[in-house]
């Protein structure tokens, strides 16, 4: 598969409003990035069965039926093609404790979902800028 065809951000998140709104922010800040979608964490498993690439970032939502946020984290961090592909934690949840666990897991990343679409469109930006510059986008 040619790398410019290459889906290089995997999303997974239980909410199709969430979904919509994260699909929105990458194409008016981040056209270029090119996204899979999945439903929850076992679905984003399978999904990256089906490439032959690592992809250049994985965000994650936390509470998703099937497989969590951080069983899919830990899934991916125990997988040795995904120890060093940077993951996002992006949720609803501001707890402490979750982002502590969070880091645990190895993610790089935890962030709370913003209230509206301008904040989000300036968090896609800002993972575009740290985590996609010089790669897929």
Same mark, same amino acid.
């Given at each position: 598969?040619?790398?410019?065809?290459?889906?290089?951000?995997?999303?997974?998140?239980?909410? %199709?409003?969430?979904?919509? !709104?994260?699909?929105?922010? #990458?194409?008016?800040?981040? /056209?270029?990035?090119? +996204?899979?979608?999945?439903?929850?964490?076992?679905?984003?498993?399978?999904?990256?069965?089906?490439?032959?690439?690592?992809?250049?970032?994985?965000?994650?939502?936390?509470?998703?039926?099937?497989?969590?946020?951080? %069983?899919?984290?830990?899934? !991916?961090?125990?997988?040795? #093609?995904?120890?060093?592909? /940077?993951?996002?934690? +992006?949720?609803?949840?501001?707890?402490?404790?979750?982002?502590?666990?969070?880091?645990?897991?190895?993610?790089?990343?935890?962030?709370?979902?913003?209230?509206?679409?301008?904040?989000?469109?300036?968090?896609?930006?800002?993972?575009?800028?740290?985590?996609?510059?010089?790669?897929?986008?």
């Amino acid at each position: 598969m040619n790398q410019n065809t290459y889906p290089c951000v995997f999303i997974a998140d239980d909410d %199709e409003d969430d979904r919509y !709104l994260l699909n929105l922010a #990458f194409a008016r800040h981040s /056209p270029q990035c090119r +996204l899979v979608f999945a439903h929850d964490g076992l679905a984003l498993l399978d999904a990256l069965a089906h490439y032959e690439m690592v992809p250049e970032l994985i965000i994650l939502d936390m509470n998703m039926p099937r497989l969590n946020g951080f %069983e899919a984290l830990e899934a !991916l961090r125990d997988h040795p #093609f995904y120890l060093t592909t /940077p993951v996002v934690i +992006l949720t609803t949840s501001d707890a402490e404790t979750d982002r502590q666990r969070a880091q645990q897991l190895g993610a790089n990343e935890f962030i709370t979902k913003p209230i509206n679409s301008e904040l989000l469109g300036q968090i896609v930006t800002r993972l575009r800028v740290d985590w996609l510059e010089g790669n897929c986008c």
